[in-house]
């Protein structure tokens, strides 16, 4: 096989480097943002990339008024809960629709692939929670999306072409269902949970549509939300109950809860980087 010349690896490489500029630029010119003054933010039109006298004034403002740090925590709680809570559903279901001898198995298989077609609509989803008794509460913000069908079908593949004769070795020797799940499928699907993990951890630390619909209360907003009153429509700390007079620039202040919300993804991201193309080909691929 021909070797790639110096000329092709240098074009390459520019425009890999020119790709890669292109991403960073817009994070480098939010973070400078929410550190500029008043008048570098002027100067520059609305968005700098390299602040004069960075300052911390936006990060104050928004931690000092209350606000941010609450719909912080709401995230981080929904998130880690119901990421749990979401594997487990996920988990167990594809665990059982992956053993063929399960009756019915392949009928509930096909009402799952169904809702990737057909979503039931805005007013049937709040119908139901309401009659359910979870409006103005934090299960809203998780039942309604506790299963994806897509995550189903990944891990149920991913389960259907582990080695059968493991499985039948440990019903030999006395394994139920539960302990073969725990010792043995578990331990050999690290890989694609990792990943159907962080697809469930980056959905529910970005949804903001299921709290519009269901939650009133502004004190249980998670963060995605109030970015949402930030950015979209321009509300201020005062205006969702935090401090009464901002110290930075309305611009420095959005950009800096904009920081706060994507900054946990970026960095639990990298650690689980190495799992995507083993998991989610590995369970997408086979079968």
Not at 69 to 85: D, E, F, K, M, P
Not at 125 to 152: D, E, I, M, R
């Amino acid at each position: 096989m021909e070797r790639p010349s110096k000329a092709g690896l240098a074009v390459k490489g520019a425009i890999l480097l020119g790709v890669s500029l292109l991403v960073i630029y817009p994070f480098v010119g939010v973070i400078g943002t929410s550190l500029s003054t008043e008048t570098d933010i002027a100067k520059a039109g609305g968005f700098v990339l390299l602040p004069s006298a960075p300052q911390l004034d936006a990060y104050r403002a928004i931690f000092e008024g209350g606000t941010v740090t609450r719909a912080l925590l709401v995230s981080v709680l929904v998130t880690g809960i119901g990421t749990l809570a979401s594997l487990a559903a996920t988990i167990g279901m594809a665990y059982g629709l992956s053993r063929r001898e399960v009756t019915g198995s392949r009928a509930i298989l096909v009402v799952a692939l169904f809702t990737m077609l057909f979503n039931p609509g805005i007013i049937a989803g709040f119908l139901t929670v309401q009659q359910l008794g979870l409006l103005n509460t934090f299960a809203a913000l998780v039942l309604p999306s506790l299963v994806s069908a897509f995550n189903l079908v990944v891990l149920r593949s991913f389960f259907m072409n582990l080695p059968n004769e493991l499985m039948e070795s440990a019903r030999m020797d006395g394994a139920g269902d539960l302990r073969i799940l725990v010792r043995i499928v578990l331990p050999l699907s690290k890989a694609v949970i990792a990943v159907i993990a962080l697809f469930y951890a980056v959905a529910y630390w970005n949804a903001f549509f299921n709290a519009l619909l269901y939650l009133d209360d502004t004190e249980k907003w998670p963060l995605p939300m109030i970015l949402r009153m930030f950015v979209l429509q321009g509300r201020t700390l005062e205006s969702l109950g935090g401090a009464a007079e901002a110290p930075a620039p309305v611009q420095a202040i959005q950009m800096a809860v904009l920081v706060v919300a994507v900054v946990p993804i970026l960095i639990v991201y990298p650690f689980l980087q190495r799992y995507f193309t083993k998991g989610v080909l590995t369970g997408a691929v086979k079968g």
